[in-house]
């Protein structure tokens, strides 16, 4: 017999028991996905393996940039059947600052989507000296490979007719005739930047003349230092400088010299 405070339990209809199953499907999706984001970042900042950092990193790129519904966000549109993938146009796949030694386009981005979606390319800030499978990003506009360890540019930026900027800054770069022949001979089609800067045997003001004058139409940046351009030095030697600027103090030294005693 039911006591006075007992009530029953209303019955749910057919319309709210399908709202709680979907609102417990929805919230355990969500948890599964939380868990999945949890391994990745844990990949890409525990791993000590680069290739599966590399990984890690894309797969989040990606993701994020499906899941954005800006305008600016790049549209998917499906291939031929005969790929049986899909093609996020305007992509921009960043791996800086990754401690990358070597540089896999097979086994870490052709798994997450194809090469040739891939507009812009960021390599910066690790310690590559070649990019095998380069030539496979057919429709790359911009590549970063700047703070490397490159001793020359890729042979295969010639297999790159939409290349427009290319930064290759801060690498090992020397004035060979093979960079001049990959640049000049015949110039890059699309090429609209170029920054050799920092590197430190391309430093001259006749290959900096050069490549001006053979690439007119590309904004070329080369960190010169011999000649010393106008104003590089305080006075004409270095009895006439004044020893109370700062300028004038560290002038003597060069720039590993200053890096030295800073550690010290």
Do not use: W
Not at 68 to 76: F, Y
């Amino acid at each position: 017999m039911e006591g006075p405070h007992q009530h029953k339990r209303t019955p749910l209809t057919p319309s709210e028991r399908e709202s709680r199953k979907r609102m417990k499907r929805e919230a355990k999706a969500l948890k599964q996905v939380e868990r999945e984001a949890q391994k990745v970042e844990n990949k890409m900042r525990l791993d000590k393996r680069p290739e599966v950092r590399m990984a890690a990193k894309i797969s989040r790129n990606s993701d994020a940039q499906l899941d954005n519904s800006s305008e600016d966000t790049p549209s998917v549109t499906s291939l031929s059947n005969e790929t049986g993938l899909e093609c996020v146009a305007n992509r921009v796949v960043s791996l800086q600052d990754m401690s990358l030694e070597e540089f896999s386009l097979s086994s870490s981005i052709s798994p997450s989507f194809l090469p040739t979606s891939i507009m812009q390319l960021d390599l910066s800030h690790n310690s590559l000296s070649e990019i095998p499978g380069l030539s496979q990003l057919t429709n790359l506009a911009s590549l970063d490979i700047r703070r490397n360890q490159f001793r020359s540019l890729p042979q295969s930026l010639t297999q790159l007719p939409f290349l427009t900027n290319l930064n290759a800054s801060r690498n090992h770069l020397r004035p060979s005739a093979d960079l001049l022949v990959l640049l000049t001979q015949p110039p890059l089609p699309s090429l609209q930047t170029l920054d050799l800067t920092f590197n430190k045997k391309i430093f001259t003001k006749s290959l900096s003349d050069l490549l001006t004058s053979s690439l007119p139409t590309v904004a070329i940046y080369i960190t010169v230092t011999s000649p010393p351009p106008p104003g590089a030095y305080v006075g004409d030697s270095p009895g006439e400088r004044d020893p109370r600027l700062l300028r004038s103090q560290l002038e003597p030294f060069t720039t590993l010299q200053l890096r030295h005693r800073l550690v010290e």
